[in-house]
């Protein structure tokens, strides 16, 4: 069996996973003995649709694991180019999900060091608050880098995604990852505040957004620390 894809198809706003890829042409139809297993591009191998054999929440929970494996290891070639010592102190880990393009899940990860959080609380400025929730600051000596799975798990991980759950797949991947990152020994590497939190920055998003996904995915014990340890602005947000 094969589908013969309309040229005119961009009309009726492709999947998120497709990207640039050309529409049109022949797309084969592939079972096995459960019946469809994969819907793919003739020309060029492009799975359009792929069948889950496992309960969408059990394969979040993979693709989420596989993520937080490729930010663990971002982290530490990020920590490994900066100079960070295993002695260094970080409170926060944003995983940033802005994609380079809407196929691709490699999400920017900022790291903010207490030392840097010490020194604006002591001599803030406008642009304090920006630092602690978003990680971002001129008088700032943070570490950048990102995480980068697997081309074939991007695509299976957004295209999954976007099929099962309504909300921006992106984000919800990274949110899923979280929890994971959050409880990680992160010690041979650098030391964790006892505050230490990892959380999401998605677009368009306030601190109360920012707030949310930190409840979301990590321990009570570090958010406890964290609302006790909080200077500088509003904790909650005045919005939450």
């Given at each position: 069996?094969?589908?013969e894809?309309?040229?005119?198809?961009?009309?009726?706003?492709?999947?998120?996973?497709?990207?640039?890829?050309?529409?049109?042409?022949?797309?084969?139809?592939?079972?096995?003995?459960?019946?469809?297993?994969?819907?793919?591009?003739a020309?060029?191998?492009?799975?359009v649709?792929?069948?889950?054999?496992?309960?969408?929440?059990?394969?979040?929970?993979?693709?989420?694991?596989?993520?937080?494996?490729?930010?663990?290891?971002?982290?530490?070639?990020?920590?490994?180019?900066?100079?960070?010592?295993?002695?260094?102190?970080?409170?926060?880990?944003?995983?940033?999900?802005?994609?380079?393009?809407?196929?691709?899940?490699?999400?920017?990860?900022?790291?903010?060091?207490?030392?840097?959080?010490?020194?604006?609380?002591?001599?803030?400025?406008?642009?304090?608050e920006?630092?602690?929730?978003?990680?971002?600051?001129?008088?700032?000596?943070?570490?950048?880098?990102?995480?980068?799975?697997?081309?074939?798990?991007?695509?299976?991980?957004?295209?999954?995604?976007?099929?099962?759950?309504?909300?921006?797949?992106l984000e919800?991947?990274?949110?899923?990852a979280?929890p994971?990152?959050?409880?990680?020994?992160?010690?041979?590497?650098?030391?964790?505040?006892?505050?230490?939190a990892?959380?999401?920055?998605?677009?368009?998003?306030?601190?109360?957004?920012?707030?949310?996904?930190?409840?979301?995915?990590?321990p009570?014990?570090?958010?406890?620390?964290?609302?006790?340890?909080?200077?500088?602005?509003?904790?909650?947000?005045?919005?939450?």
């Amino acid at each position: 069996m094969a589908i013969e894809e309309s040229t005119g198809f961009t009309s009726l706003d492709p999947a998120a996973w497709r990207g640039d890829d050309p529409i049109g042409g022949r797309l084969d139809v592939i079972h096995d003995d459960l019946g469809v297993r994969l819907v793919r591009r003739a020309d060029s191998g492009l799975d359009v649709w792929e069948r889950l054999d496992r309960p969408w929440p059990d394969a979040l929970t993979g693709f989420a694991e596989a993520l937080a494996q490729a930010s663990i290891d971002g982290v530490a070639e990020d920590c490994r180019k900066a100079g960070v010592k295993a002695s260094d102190e970080f409170f926060a880990l944003a995983v940033v999900p802005y994609p380079v393009a809407v196929t691709e899940l490699c999400p920017l990860l900022f790291l903010g060091r207490e030392r840097d959080r010490r020194r604006l609380i002591d001599d803030p400025d406008e642009d304090l608050e920006e630092y602690l929730w978003w990680l971002q600051h001129s008088r700032a000596d943070g570490v950048v880098g990102g995480a980068h799975p697997p081309e074939d798990v991007q695509r299976a991980a957004v295209r999954a995604c976007t099929m099962h759950h309504l909300a921006d797949p992106l984000e919800t991947l990274c949110q899923a990852a979280v929890p994971i990152l959050a409880e990680y020994d992160w010690s041979e590497l650098f030391t964790p505040t006892p505050d230490f939190a990892v959380y999401v920055i998605g677009e368009d998003v306030n601190e109360t957004d920012i707030y949310r996904s930190l409840l979301a995915g990590n321990p009570a014990h570090r958010l406890a620390e964290r609302a006790a340890r909080w200077r500088g602005s509003p904790y909650p947000p005045e919005d939450h």
